[in-house]
């Protein structure tokens, strides 16, 4: 594994754990975020709390896939990263500085996963 991966692993895992953290605040208390008037994707916010949670908590699990070498996890990572993207960004109303900072965070991982070379002598003619 290059650096990048394994950086991108350690990302992953941190992420991960960060947004089951955010999710628990959101599902624990509506009174931890600030109240967004209409909003076009208008969910509860124990509803986003959910899915951070579970979302997190995959994308924290691929991460230590990721560490371990696993073949699922480089693939598994890109979409659950981009799901997380996704998720960030839906998310930016309530926590605009820190969903725009995951969200960079997510663009690096999915770069480094995306971008890995596979060994010489494992690739197939």
Same mark, same amino acid.
């Given at each position: 594994?290059?650096?990048g991966v394994v950086f991108a692993g350690v990302l992953m895992l941190c992420s991960g754990i *960060?947004? +089951? @953290?955010? %999710?628990? &605040?959101?599902?624990?208390?509506?009174?931890?975020?600030?109240?967004?008037?209409?909003?076009v994707y208008e969910l509860n916010l124990t509803g986003w709390g959910w899915i951070h949670v579970?979302?997190?908590?995959?994308?924290?699990?691929?991460? *230590?896939? +990721? @560490?371990? %070498?696993? &073949?699922?996890?480089?693939?598994?990572?890109?979409?659950?990263?981009?799901?997380?993207?996704?998720?960030?960004?839906?998310?930016?109303?309530?926590?605009?500085?820190?969903?725009?900072?995951?969200?960079?965070?997510?663009?690096?991982?999915?770069?480094? @996963?995306?971008?890995?070379?596979?060994?010489?002598?494992?690739?197939?003619?």
């Amino acid at each position: 594994m290059t650096g990048g991966v394994v950086f991108a692993g350690v990302l992953m895992l941190c992420s991960g754990i *960060l947004a +089951v @953290l955010q %999710g628990i &605040a959101a599902i624990a208390s509506d009174d931890v975020y600030g109240r967004v008037g209409t909003y076009v994707y208008e969910l509860n916010l124990t509803g986003w709390g959910w899915i951070h949670v579970i979302l997190g908590a995959l994308v924290a699990v691929t991460g *230590l896939g +990721v @560490l371990k %070498g696993a &073949a699922w996890a480089r693939f598994l990572g890109i979409f659950l990263v981009s799901l997380s993207l996704i998720a960030q960004f839906l998310f930016l109303p309530y926590l605009p500085v820190w969903s725009v900072v995951m969200m960079a965070i997510d663009v690096f991982v999915i770069w480094a @996963l995306a971008s890995q070379q596979e060994a010489a002598g494992r690739r197939a003619v």
